[in-house]
């Protein structure tokens, strides 16, 4: 069965902290690993990888991913108030009648304090 | 549409009737996922669409849980016999193909069973 581990489940930090957020996966088939960033509902899509070694970023966020130990990370620097949300993890199967099914992490809720 | 629907956003049934969830993907998309979150939990998998291939069914919770995708595009989820743990958000997400994984959500549909 596919799995995908966050940690750590929760974090509080203050405005200017730097995070990270990690991820380690399980999956038979692996073809690509997502971030994305849950508020109120709906999850927003933040980042997919697909190769080792190659930090993807976006502002003050950034992710790598690590095919041959099977883990992500995704950094926040200079955090602020609106980075507080649940951080997802997921992961997309490459293989058989799986092909494209996306399993999920636990998630990560950050916090952020003034 | 310009986004991944969904209805009712919000549904409060009585224990022991039937509810039905609305999926509207994103057009084109063939991909289409069932997720729900109970408070304070991560994303759990119901079931996956893709295409015209037969659907993982594998995270359906019990045999109340059912789903259909008509023409390949709208997608209901329906509850049958409605018990308080069934409580939750629903969420629906869309992708394009199998090739192409990022997901798409809806703002989903907090059903609450009293």
């Known amino acids: 069965e596919d799995k995908v581990v966050q940690s750590p489940l929760s974090l509080v930090v203050h405005e200017g902290d730097t995070v990270t957020l990690n991820c380690s996966y399980e999956?038979?088939?692996?073809?690509?690993l997502l971030w994305y960033k849950q508020e109120k509902k709906a999850p927003t899509f933040l980042f997919m990888l697909?190769?080792?070694?190659i930090e993807k970023k976006s502002g003050r966020l950034s992710s790598i991913l690590d095919k041959k130990e099977l883990f992500s990370i995704l950094n926040i620097t200079a955090t602020q108030t609106g980075d507080s949300a649940i951080y997802l993890c997921?992961?997309?199967?490459?293989?058989?009648?799986?092909?494209?099914?996306?399993?999920f992490g636990q998630g990560t809720i950050l916090t952020v304090h003034p | 549409g310009a986004g991944v629907s969904q209805s009712p956003s919000n549904k409060v049934t009585e224990k022991g009737k039937d509810v039905e969830l609305r999926c509207d993907p994103i057009?084109?998309?063939?991909?289409l996922y069932w997720y729900r979150q109970s408070l304070g939990q991560g994303l759990e998998f119901l079931i996956y669409?893709?295409?015209?291939?037969?659907?993982?069914k594998s995270g359906l919770p019990s045999d109340r849980f059912s789903a259909e995708r008509t023409g390949g595009s709208v997608s209901t989820l329906t509850i049958q016999r409605t018990q308080q743990e069934d409580s939750a958000v629903y969420l629906c997400?869309?992708?394009?193909?199998?090739?192409?994984?990022?997901?798409?959500f809806g703002q989903g549909t907090r059903l609450t069973v009293v």
């Open positions: 997400a869309s992708s394009l193909s199998r090739a192409n994984t990022e997901a798409f």
């Open positions: 669409f893709q295409g015209n291939s037969a659907p993982d």
């Open positions: 697909t190769s080792s070694g």
């Open positions: 057009s084109g998309h063939t991909a």
């Open positions: 997921v992961v997309a199967n490459a293989g058989g009648t799986s092909y494209g099914k996306l399993t």
């Open positions: 999956v038979t088939n692996f073809r690509s």
